[in-house]
């Protein structure tokens, strides 16, 4: 039974901690969790199980529910991808389906498909979102998801710009569309989604503001610097295209979010800056904002977080404000 496999494997980990590596002791847990489910006390049925349909079904259910919740389009397909991946592998009804069951896919793909923990647990909570919505709408008895932990894995501090490396972006750029991308990345901190749908007729010159869909389709309001607003104004009157987007490519077309992605990329090339891409713009804003003493709810508006972990979460700590601050209030 999967109690007793359970407390095998708790036994045995618990015995070998201290006496091997935490990483050794991830690969032993993984291994038994394999090699046990082999096994049960009951003679196990030998027949090849159909897959149930009746899973698919409310996959998709699950899916149509999440759409008209709002959820993003990109975030519903990774939902789709994973769960349905999950159900083809254990070819079991979604009530039979177990918490041994989802250790024992989740620990087979960390072993033959070698992924990180952090994509392991990304796909944990993909996972439980689902299982979690069968139990609440009373399709499931037990959520087999509610006892099924979250994967530790090793958070790294994602830097943003310093002032430096934007000034060598903005001096790499030799198009006024890319000068005025930078920029209105930077003002605004929208997600690339957001810019990729922006219309013209979305900014308000006249009050240096952008009305902007977010994630949920909730609307909210950016704001544009003066330098954001003049580069932008600038790029608008030197296009030649009939293009509604705020941003275009080649041949007037809508710059998409790849080509936003591959835009900054290339800049950051030109300019000698690591790691640029649209995303870092939004954390570097969000810094700085709290850094120079804005609340972190008005952060969070800007944003578009509901939230306030989020925000937090997006902000990078500078050590040195850290050390003054300490100085400040301890001395």
């Known amino acids: 039974m999967a109690e007793i496999r359970d407390v095998i494997i708790q036994n045995i980990t618990a015995s070998l901690k201290g006496k091997v590596t935490e990483d ?16 049960e006390i009951q003679e196990r049925c030998t027949e090849v199980a159909e897959v149930d349909t009746t899973a698919e079904k409310y996959l998709r259910k699950f899916i149509a529910t999440k759409r ?7 975030t519903l397909k990774r939902y789709g991808e994973m769960n349905l991946k999950v159900i083809q592998f254990l070819k079991k009804p979604l009530h039979e389906i177990t918490t041994y069951d989802l250790r024992f896919y989740l620990s087979m793909c960390r072993q033959q498909n070698h992924v990180s923990n952090r994509t392991l647990d990304g796909m944990r909570r993909c996972i439980s979102s689902f299982f979690g919505w069968l139990s609440a709408e009373g399709m499931i008895g037990r959520n087999p998801c509610a006892a099924l932990a979250q994967i530790k894995y090793k958070k790294t501090v994602k830097k943003p710009f310093s002032a430096t490396d934007l000034e060598k972006l903005r001096k790499a ?8 991308l930078v920029d209105f990345l930077y003002s605004t901190g929208c997600r690339v989604s957001e810019i990729s749908r922006l219309d013209i007729s979305d900014v308000d010159f006249e009050r240096m503001e952008c009305t902007v869909l977010g994630k949920g389709n909730k609307e909210r309001i950016v704001y544009l610097s003066p330098v954001a607003g003049m580069h932008l104004q600038e790029y608008l009157a030197f296009r030649k295209d009939t293009s509604n987007a705020l941003f275009s490519g080649k041949g007037g077309e809508r710059l998409g979010k790849n080509g936003i992605e591959a835009v900054i990329k290339r800049i950051g090339s030109m300019a000698g800056v690591e790691n640029a891409h649209p995303h870092r713009f939004r954390r570097t804003l969000a810094t700085n904002l709290l850094d120079r003493g804005m609340n972190i709810q008005d952060v969070a508006a800007i944003l578009g977080h509901a939230d306030l972990k989020t925000t937090q979460i997006y902000c990078y700590i500078s050590q040195s404000n850290v050390k003054a601050a300490f100085h400040k209030y301890a001395a």
């Open 173 to 180: 750029c030799k198009q006024e569309r890319d000068l005025a």
């Open 24 to 39: 050794a002791l991830t690969t032993i847990q993984d291994v038994l969790v394999i090699q046990l489910a082999k096994y």
């Open 68 to 74: 008209i919740e709002g959820t993003a389009e990109s």
